[in-house]
């Protein structure tokens, strides 16, 4: 649970009204609560705690950067009031689902990943992964660390790639089971 005491003593302000960055990691916080008068947060890191939802957000609407990275998140979910957020770090979760995603029109870096490809949630596993989420955000500039229309295209061209390898290889196989008909004559007859 988000106290006062650990807000206060995370932030060096004792008025919540006026906080605008608070950065509360491995504080073993199971849900994000007692937020509401916190209007002024610009930058909130909740990283590396137990939350499983994200929620308790509706009136951070000043909030520009959100750090939910390395909990237990499963969804995207209950950040529509969020229309200013520019920075989303969702790395080392549980997210299958990319939820409400769209919603958030003014997001320009979104990290569900590391840059080596670790701790990724398990909907980057997707082979269309930077696509499904370019249809989502199509104004997104970064994604996990690398321009979001690099990683796009270079998708897409591994698709066409491994599309290709797979018609080459069926061409082979239908070569090497090719079977030439008998022939109607033989050759000592032909020589006659």
């Given at each position: 649970?988000?106290?006062?005491?650990?807000?206060?003593?995370?932030?060096?302000q004792?008025?919540?009204?006026?906080?605008?960055?608070?950065?509360?990691?491995?504080?073993g916080?199971?849900?994000i609560?007692?937020?509401?008068?916190?209007?002024?947060?610009t930058?909130?890191?909740?990283?590396?705690?137990?939350?499983?939802?994200?929620?308790?957000?509706?009136?951070?609407?000043?909030?520009?950067?959100?750090?939910l990275?390395?909990?237990?998140?499963?969804?995207?979910?209950?950040?529509?009031?969020?229309?200013?957020?520019?920075?989303?770090?969702?790395?080392?979760?549980?997210?299958?689902?990319?939820?409400?995603?769209?919603?958030?029109?003014?997001?320009?870096?979104?990290?569900?990943?590391?840059?080596?490809?670790?701790?990724?949630?398990?909907?980057?596993?997707?082979?269309?992964?930077?696509?499904?989420?370019?249809?989502?955000?199509?104004?997104?500039?970064?994604?996990?660390?690398?321009?979001?229309?690099?990683?796009?295209?270079?998708?897409?061209?591994?698709?066409?790639?491994d599309?290709?390898?797979?018609?080459?290889?069926?061409?082979?196989?239908?070569?090497s089971?090719?079977?030439?008909?008998?022939?109607?004559?033989?050759?000592?007859?032909l020589?006659?």
């Amino acid at each position: 649970m988000i106290t006062d005491q650990l807000i206060f003593k995370s932030s060096g302000q004792y008025d919540k009204e006026i906080i605008q960055r608070l950065h509360i990691t491995c504080a073993g916080v199971n849900s994000i609560s007692n937020l509401d008068r916190c209007v002024s947060l610009t930058d909130l890191s909740l990283s590396s705690n137990n939350i499983s939802a994200i929620s308790g957000l509706d009136n951070l609407a000043s909030l520009q950067r959100l750090d939910l990275s390395f909990n237990r998140i499963t969804r995207i979910e209950n950040l529509r009031m969020l229309g200013g957020l520019e920075y989303l770090d969702l790395r080392g979760n549980q997210i299958s689902d990319l939820g409400d995603l769209s919603s958030l029109v003014q997001l320009k870096t979104l990290v569900l990943r590391s840059v080596d490809g670790e701790d990724s949630n398990p909907i980057c596993n997707r082979p269309d992964y930077p696509n499904c989420v370019l249809q989502l955000l199509p104004d997104l500039e970064m994604l996990d660390g690398g321009h979001a229309l690099i990683l796009s295209a270079f998708t897409a061209m591994t698709q066409q790639m491994d599309e290709a390898q797979k018609e080459r290889q069926a061409e082979q196989e239908a070569q090497s089971s090719y079977v030439a008909p008998e022939a109607w004559f033989s050759t000592q007859e032909l020589q006659s």
